[in-house]
DNA sequence: TTCTAATATTGACGGATGTCAATATTTATG
DNA sequence: CATAAATATTGACATCCGTCAATATTAGAA
């Protein structure tokens, strides 16, 4: 079953639903930068934005780079707009609707 | 604080993150159909449904309208639109990305 | 090696959420 | 009015999740 397009979607919406998530999304997309520069922006425990940072690298959203002590995160552009065309295709109202594939599987189902 | 873009985009992903409702918006994206018509398509029970279209309701991404016993559910697309817009905003690396505001607001209060 | 800064992990807590069964409500029909 | 179909609401349950304090780990500096 083709569900995956809405679990794997569904999964990185997930992720940012948290607005402390979107923010640092919305900082690390314009430059790399370390956990510490983007605690300052923040108004959370050190261990929570480490936990936020997990999250985002897990699902893909997110790389990170070593430098001695410090982690720099960056975005990964090709996520966020692979994320994007998947949602125009689950949103548009034209023939490349993903809906189609749906309605066509249920009705072989029936 | 501004804090709001990150919290009401926060929302609308957070509504999009269940597999099912961005199936169901998938379904009413292409035409209008009444809850009986998308229970069809979905494996929940009519309660589950029920709670589903209210919330996508009550997020401003769906909206109904009542014919006879029937309920008839269609995409907003602008709010769509919007968010869509707001994303881009959040994820650009160019100049009218949002956290150059964050990291200015951030710099006054230091 | 010892100290310190940056980051990660663990464990716990409270609140939010998706699901269902059961029931209520609404509306057309006989 | 009585029945049936479509939809909404209520209450309960289990699970997930964001948060923090405390602790552990890593790596450079003294």
Redesign the pocket.
Known sequence: MENNIYIDTGKLF??L?????LQIVDLVSCKEM??????EYL?????????????L?ECGLVS?R???????YSLNADVVGNLKSQFDKITSDTSDCFCYTIKKECKNIK
Chains 1, 2 share one sequence.
Not at 44 to 53: E, R
Request: charged fraction near 25%; glycine fraction near 0%.
């Open positions: 997930k992720v639903s948290d607005p402390v998530r370390c956990a510490c520069e983007i605690l108004s959370i425990t050190q261990s929570t934005l480490s936990h936020h940072m997990k999250v690298k990170s070593k430098d001695a002590t410090w982690m720099y």
